[in-house]
């Protein structure tokens, strides 16, 4: 199992940024976990202190499915919600992403 995480340093209109996730990436990723391309995601939230306010996790099956499942999000995002990410972008304007190996004890 893989984990994909993508950190998100963002501005002081981080609600707005987490109502774009609700509205407009929720239904994207739902349907991925329901399609079986995705595991499941979570969107969190780091309260106290730190530059990486939100996050993003994905849970996929291995390496090559964390790849293309994120570049169907990617496209479906740019087909279907291309304003409220270009919006999302403004808010969230950089980060950081890691791919992790889970449960191998590596």
Same mark, same amino acid.
């Given at each position: ?29 739902? @349907? ?14 780091? @309260? ?5 306010? @939100? ?17 169907l999000v990617g496209s479906a995002i740019d087909k279907e919600q291309p304003e409220m990410f270009a919006r999302f972008g403004e808010i969230c304007d950089s980060h950081s992403d ?9």
């Amino acid at each position: 199992a893989v984990g994909v995480s993508t950190y998100y340093v963002c501005d002081s209109r981080e609600d707005e940024a987490d109502a774009i996730v609700k509205s407009a990436l929720a239904p994207i990723l739902n @349907r991925h976990v329901k399609e079986g391309k995705l595991g499941s995601w979570s969107w969190l939230q780091h @309260r106290m202190g730190g530059k990486y306010r @939100r996050t993003l996790v994905l849970d996929v099956a291995d390496h090559k499915s964390a790849m293309k499942v994120w570049g169907l999000v990617g496209s479906a995002i740019d087909k279907e919600q291309p304003e409220m990410f270009a919006r999302f972008g403004e808010i969230c304007d950089s980060h950081s992403d890691y791919v992790w190996d889970l449960g191998t004890g590596k």
